[in-house]
């Protein structure tokens, strides 16, 4: 196992499509990292070319501290699972399991032992003698698991590999895929669109938009400290509430306004505006951190739209001018639909975004 | 499921009842009238039924089948005569073997539907044999401005009754590219030609050049077994008809005269190297591979009139008696149950006429007229150029017609002639194999009727 | 109660019997148009001139001179023909496959041959390999041959004529066959190739591991689909050779068919000639369907 560097990587299609533009990246050793970013991102791309199936247009990328920018993929030492399980259907599992390692010229012997070891892990070693048509779709992906983890590759690269599965397989198959990298120390790259799988398997986050990092971070970091809107609206179900505001300061301290908020910020919070000089504002805050208050502490009084119960908890939206706000309540809180609301928000969890670079005010 | 099926039948007995009742006389035309309207001019569009007389009338022809012979034949020939006597004429290219079943099938079924046909007159016998032609006699005899030419009364005319007017003929000529003439053995002359000069011709161009330049057609079952037995006529083999030996023969001693100036050209490589490909001499004459072949008029006509001052051309050589050429014609018969033998009538009145005959042989390539009258019009362009020597030929030559109707089958009779060429001209040492000529005799003679 | 029953069951007769109905207008076309012309002709193939039952036409076609020339000629022509077919459409086909650019242009161009009729095939290439044809000119344009140098395709052993046949006709059927190929190809997953290089396969292992194994049913469909027409190969080589002087099978059909039709022998030999080209090609066509599986399915089921 080993760290992956990327330098200034950059993938162009054609002419004019430009997939991944000046990617830079740094995966440590036995890190689980997710590329995520929605659709047409590039986070695919990135990846292919770690793996060799896509040639890099410039940069650099490193393995340790071996250059495989220009090595074909069998010279590379990695592995890969891919979204439709790639598993190759004349082949039986065992077969599938030791295509790579006969290649590498591995005695019989050796192999039996590497495919008992590997498909007892992926809890397939009762299905050796199988073709790939006679498994489920998830018994599949355990083949191609196991098939990756059987080279013992110097990183692992995940290609959306639970997107094909069934919503309930895909859970419990995430807890799976986290145990195996626990067990393998394996040095991970994993592509996923779907921010709830990045947040609950990743080490570090990789947000992609249009070919670009946008934010790099633990899942706490991208979750809590967003650094663009991009972000506190791709992350989080329900997403950040977004709030259009205008900066009043006045004798009582700082206030954000608009035409049903009048929050006066904490002298703390304010100080984030320092060296703030525009009048308009962008307000973020995350749907936990609206809390129900008397009508005296409110900053925000409106009326409950509808609750959607989750069981855990419950969802209150509300609405403000054509934008539906979310609020995450405790499930025991009785709300009927029209009862009136008195909000306010846990104020260091706010975010602030300048509306025209749409980044955050803070770190 | 049921609706489908109920729609299917009633489609289907609807077609056949439009089928059934198709209208056998009349025509829906659709007709654009121009109706005034209170002062407006409207075109309208009018589906009517309008009456059409049927004067049409098929012919089947087993001659003019290359293109440009067949366009040439509808366009300059029969479009005036339907615009003359507004018949439609309903030309047909079909086969020889292919035009005798299909009037088997008609007369089988009693539904005539070819009215006349263009025949080979080595086929003639098929139809009159079978007496489904009817006499021409009454309208030939009123003729008095035409004579035809008696060489093909043989077939045409049977027990002196004609059905058969042949309209067109053709004979072997040489043709000589003029690069050739350099290697002209001494003393021999296109117009005088003998089959030694011109196997000595051969054998000196592919010396003198390195490689042979004699055309024939080396594919099976072509014109080998004419371009051939013109020379064994030419040392005296008699025509068909005559008693035995007679063409077509492969072994009598006047025919092995002609095999060993053919084998002298086999074995002098004086056929062009790729012979057993070529399927007809026109091509390879036009582009200069070939320099020398004796072959059928109306070829000499085409490669003749695509660049006079490339080529030279003569009558047939001659052999050690006289020229020797096949010749053959194509005759109109009219079958004896149609219904429009009138207009057929007319069609070989006008077909006969010496200025059409002359215009449609000349203009088909270089056939031959069969009405003596049309020579008279006879100019002095390329094409007119091969009818005289032709005509020399059709004159002086010893000729045979094809006693096709002899055999069970003229194809299989040609193919003994192409066997021989390839074993013993072709590839053998330049001496008779008379064993293996014997053995095809017998094979011919295996194929009579 | 029984009245219930017996509905249900004439229900059910009813439905295994719809398939039976729905094939049958097909059934009836094959009967008037294919199975009853293939009787006649089989039992023509077993009757003499005089209508009694005879095996003679079969001794005829067995002792006639050109049956072995003709059986060995075709079987040079569909080995050959169909090994430089396959290797040279697979290999377009795994180029075409690539999508380099331009490959779209390349396919339009490769496709051309497969649109001529086969009789405009023989005229062009005859065109070509005569003499002064454009093959030789073309050479001499391109200072292979020499000026007023020649080749003389045409012109040879037998040999180099079933050579020059097996070219021709491949420079035809390649396209097809290379159009099925890539069909396959084109069906065959992106990833299940890339997963083949990332686990270590270099171009050829993984043509050789995993292309190929994948592609297998589409070769066997495209080879014996192909077989089957080689045998019946005839136009290409009457055009260029014409006939009897290189026989093959169904050359000699046509030969007996159309050209000596006239002859007393002609009707059995046809006949017989027919019956083994049928009994050749549906030995093929039973071998591709057994390969392709088609016997497979009930086994499975049971």
């Known amino acids: 196992m080993t760290t992956l560097t990327m330098e200034k990587v950059t993938k162009q299609f054609g002419r004019n499509v430009i997939a991944v533009k000046d990617f830079d990246l740094k995966v440590k050793d036995q890190e689980f990292l997710v590329l995520l970013g929605p659709s047409g991102c590039g986070k695919t791309t990135a990846m292919r070319m770690v793996a060799g199936l896509e040639e890099v247009t410039s940069g650099q990328i490193f393995l340790g501290d071996r250059n495989i920018t220009d090595l074909p993929p069998r010279k590379r030492n990695v592995s890969m699972i891919f979204q439709n399980y790639a598993v190759w259907p004349h082949m039986t599992v065992y077969e599938n399991i030791a295509y790579a390692l006969k290649l590498k010229n591995m005695d019989k012997q050796s192999i039996d032992l590497v495919v008992q070891k590997t498909s007892g892990m992926a809890k397939i070693d009762n299905l050796l003698e199988r073709y790939p048509s006679q498994l489920s779709g998830g018994q599949q992906q ?118 049903h908020l009048n929050l006066l910020l904490e002298p703390g919070t304010a100080k984030t505006l320092d060296g703030y000089s525009k009048e308009k504002l962008i307000l973020g805050i995350r749907p936990e951190n609206i809390i129900l208050v008397n009508e005296e502490d409110a900053s925000l009084s409106t009326s409950c739209l509808v609750t959607e119960p989750q069981g855990s908890h419950q969802i ?48 | 499921m049921k609706k489908f099926s109920v729609l299917m039948i009633i489609a289907l007995l609807g077609a056949a009842l439009l089928t059934a009742c198709a209208p056998a006389e009349t025509v829906t035309v659709i007709e654009t009238v121009i109706v005034e309207k209170e002062g407006e001019t ?101 003729w008095d401005d035409r004579s035809i030419l008696p060489a093909f009364d043989g077939q045409a005319v049977v027990d002196g009754t004609r059905y058969f007017v042949p309209i067109s003929a053709d004979v072997y000529l040489t043709i000589a590219n003029n690069k050739a003439l350099d290697y002209l053995p001494v003393g021999a002359d296109m117009d005088n030609l003998t089959y030694e000069q011109y196997a000595d011709w051969a054998v000196a161009i592919a010396a003198g050049e390195n490689e042979g330049k004699v055309c024939m057609t080396g594919i099976p079952m072509k014109m080998w077994i004419y371009q051939f037995s013109s020379s064994a006529l030419a040392y005296g083999l008699p025509g068909a008809g005559n008693p035995e030996p007679a063409f077509p023969n492969l072994n009598a001693p006047q025919t092995v005269k002609a ?101 449609m042989n000349k203009g088909t390539g270089g056939f031959l007229p069969v009405v003596a009258e049309a020579l008279d019009y006879l100019g002095d362009d390329p094409t007119d150029e091969i009818i005289r020597k032709a005509l020399i030929v059709l004159d002086n030559a010893n000729g045979s017609f094809l006693p096709v109707s002899d055999f069970q089958d003229w194809g299989a009779v040609k193919q003994l002639f192409d066997d021989v060429f390839s074993e013993m001209v072709l590839n053998g040492d330049g001496t008779i194999d008379q064993a293996l000529l014997d053995a095809k005799q017998v094979a011919l003679e295996a194929l009579r009727k | 109660m029984a009245l219930a029953i017996n509905t249900e069951r004439r229900r059910k007769i009813g439905k295994q019997i719809v398939p039976y109905l729905l094939v049958l207008p097909v059934l009836f076309y094959y009967i008037a148009f294919w199975a009853r012309p293939v009787v006649q002709q089989l039992v023509q193939s077993f009757t003499s001139l005089e209508g009694q039952f005879t095996l003679n036409n079969y001794i005829m076609v067995f002792t006639d001179l050109n049956f072995l020339p ?55 290439w005859k065109t070509g390999l005569t003499t002064n044809g454009w093959i030789n000119s073309l050479l001499t344009y391109l200072g292979i041959l020499t000026e007023g140098g020649k080749i003389y395709w045409l012109a040879g052993s037998i040999w180099k004529l079933l050579a020059l046949m097996i070219i021709i006709d491949a420079w035809q059927v390649i396209p097809s066959i290379m159009i ?9 997953p992106k990833e299940t190739e890339e997963a083949g290089y990332v ?83 549906s030995i093929a066509a039973l071998a591709y369907l057994w390969v392709s599986g088609a016997f497979r399915r009930k086994r499975k089921e049971v």
């Open chain 1, 142 to 259: 355990r083949v191609a698991v196991a098939r990756a983890i059987a080279v013992n590759p110097d990183i692992f690269l995940m290609d959306e590999p639970l997107s094909n599965l069934d919503a309930k397989l895909r859970v419990s198959m995430r807890t799976e895929l986290k145990t195996i990298h626990h067990k393998a120390g394996a040095t991970t790259v994993f592509v996923t669109h779907d921010q709830s799988e990045a947040m609950s398997m990743a080490d570090r986050i990789v947000i992609m938009k249009d070919g670009e990092v946008v934010q790099i971070g633990t899942p706490d970091d991208v979750y809590h400290r967003s650094n663009s809107l991009f972000v506190a609206d791709f992350i989080g179900t329900p997403p950040t509430n977004f709030l259009k505001v205008v900066i009043k300061k006045d004798q009582e301290g700082t206030h954000l306004k608009n035409a």
């Open chain 3, 199 to 281: 686990f270590g396969g270099n171009y050829f292992t993984v043509l050789r591991k995993i292309t190929l194994p994948l592609l297998s049913s589409t070769i066997q469909t495209a080879v014996i689909l192909r077989l089957i027409a080689a045998i019946q190969i005839w136009l290409i080589v009457i055009v260029i050779v014409g006939f009897s002087r290189m026989p093959v099978l169904v050359e000699r059909i046509v030969y007996y068919h159309e050209e000596v039709p006239r002859l007393t022998i002609s009707p059995a030999m046809a006949s017989g000639y027919t019956i083994i080209v049928t009994i050749i090609v």
């Open chain 1, 316 to 363: 209150i939206a509300i609405q403000l001018d054509d934008k539906i706000i979310k609020i995450v309540a405790a499930a025991d809180l009785k709300i009927k639909t029209g009862e009136d609301l008195h909000l306010n928000f846990k104020q260091e969890t706010l975010r602030f975004f300048d509306p025209e670079t749409t980044l955050a005010l803070s770190d």
């Open chain 3, 180 to 188: 099925i190929l890539l069909a396959g190809l084109q069906n065959i």
């Open chain 2, 42 to 142: 409207i075109i309208e569009t009018v589906e009517k039924e309008v009456e059409v007389p049927s004067k049409t009338l098929v012919l089947d022809s087993e001659m003019f089948s290359p293109p440009a012979e067949q366009i040439f034949f509808i366009d300059e020939i029969l479009k005036p005569f339907e615009e003359e006597t507004g018949i439609t004429v309903t030309f047909q290219i079909v086969k020889g073997e292919d035009m005798f079943d299909r009037l088997t099938a008609q007369q089988a079924t009693g539904h005539v539907t070819t009215d006349m046909i263009l025949a080979f007159n080595g086929r003639f016998a098929w139809y009159t044999d079978e007496g489904w032609m009817g006499s021409l006699d009454e309208t030939v005899n009123t």
């Open chain 2, 259 to 359: 095999w060993e100036q053919w084998a002298k050209i086999g074995a002098g490589d004086g056929f062009m190297p790729t012979i057993l490909s070529v399927d007809n001499c026109v091509d390879f004459l036009m582009r200069e591979e070939a320099w020398l072949s004796v072959t059928h008029n109306a070829r000499v006509g085409q490669v003749y009139a695509s660049n006079e001052t490339q080529f030279t051309v003569g009558p047939a050589p001659m052999g050690d008696t006289a020229i020797g050429s096949i010749a053959g014609a194509h005759g109109l018969g009219i079958v004896e149950d149609s219904a429009n033998v009138e207009a057929a009538l007319l069609l070989l009145e006008y077909l006969t006429r010496p200025e059409i005959q002359l215009k």
């Open chain 3, 70 to 124: 003709a059986l060995r000629n075709t079987s040079i022509i569909v080995v050959f023909s169909v090994t430089l077919e396959f290797f040279i459409a697979l290999l377009l086909a795994l180029l075409i496959n690539r999508k380099f650019p331009g490959s779209g242009i390349f396919l339009f161009l490769t496709m051309i041959p497969m649109a001529l009729p086969a009789v405009a095939v023989g005229a062009l």
